[in-house]
């Protein structure tokens, strides 16, 4: 006979949402929706932040998505505020006119 438990699709393995979420000690039982919910919320979270770090890294016409970017958009979006820490040692992006390698007027690298 079939299993009758239902079988959730999500991006991000609930399993290992339930083990952190269980290593606080105040979290007693998990109800089986619940990392798959959360793993949705982290699903929608980082889209939202990779959407507004796209338009930061188009803005800049770059083709490579750097911390820089990531760090721009947090610091523009209000919502964001909560990671100001975490890229607080990541460094600013480099003005429109400067090299992003930093190889000045070597020429290209063979």
Known sequence: MPSKKKKYNA????????????TDEEIGKVAAAVPVIISRALELFLESLLRKACHVTQSRNAKTMTTSHLKQCIELEQQ????????????????????????????PRR
């Open 11 to 22: 991006r991000f393995p609930p399993a290992r949402i339930k083990k952190i979420m269980q």
């Open 80 to 107: 964001f505020d909560f990671l100001k820490d975490l890229v607080a040692a990541v460094p600013d992006m480099q003005g429109d006119g400067d090299d992003p390698h930093g190889d000045g007027d070597r020429g």
